[in-house]
């Protein structure tokens, strides 16, 4: 990774039972809400509608900015700032991507394994939707 930060995105995609995470195949391993990197040339907005796509098959709807998240250290990968999105969707998820599993969650269920920070992005959703 270079001297500067990279953009990325992460969606919280809200279904009727839950939200959605991914299960990731790649490092660093866990389960994480969907998103990935914004590509040159590309909106955030249309970068989370794209991600959330690949990743579980969902169209989304209702995409609203949720926060922006930078601390350094929130990716072991490198500097990574991620603009967060939540949005409504119907329909089954599916695993793609580089996604290798894929599952609806609550507060109360939500895995113990969770990459970035995202345990920390899931807290402050929860703690604002109340």
């Given at each position: 990774m270079s001297?500067?930060?990279?953009?990325?995105?992460?969606?919280?995609?809200?279904?009727?039972?839950?939200?959605?995470?991914?299960?990731?195949?790649?490092?660093?391993?866990?389960?994480?809400?969907?998103?990935?990197?914004?590509?040159?040339?590309?909106?955030?907005?249309?970068?989370?509608?794209?991600?959330?796509?690949?990743e579980t098959g969902l169209r989304v709807k209702n995409l609203k900015l949720f926060g922006v998240y930078s601390d350094p250290k929130r990716d072991p990968r490198g500097h990574i700032i991620s603009i967060v999105f939540t949005a409504t969707a119907t329909g089954a998820p599916r695993a793609s991507s580089d996604a290798a599993g894929i599952g609806v969650f609550t507060k109360k269920t939500l895995p113990k394994q969770i990459a970035f920070d995202h345990k920390k992005v899931l807290k402050d959703y929860f703690r604002r939707i109340k």
């Amino acid at each position: 990774m270079s001297e500067s930060p990279y953009p990325a995105v992460d969606i919280i995609i809200r279904t009727k039972a839950g939200v959605v995470l991914i299960e990731r195949k790649n490092y660093p391993y866990g389960w994480a809400i969907p998103g990935g990197f914004v590509d040159y040339g590309e909106t955030v907005e249309h970068a989370a509608v794209r991600e959330a796509l690949e990743e579980t098959g969902l169209r989304v709807k209702n995409l609203k900015l949720f926060g922006v998240y930078s601390d350094p250290k929130r990716d072991p990968r490198g500097h990574i700032i991620s603009i967060v999105f939540t949005a409504t969707a119907t329909g089954a998820p599916r695993a793609s991507s580089d996604a290798a599993g894929i599952g609806v969650f609550t507060k109360k269920t939500l895995p113990k394994q969770i990459a970035f920070d995202h345990k920390k992005v899931l807290k402050d959703y929860f703690r604002r939707i109340k």
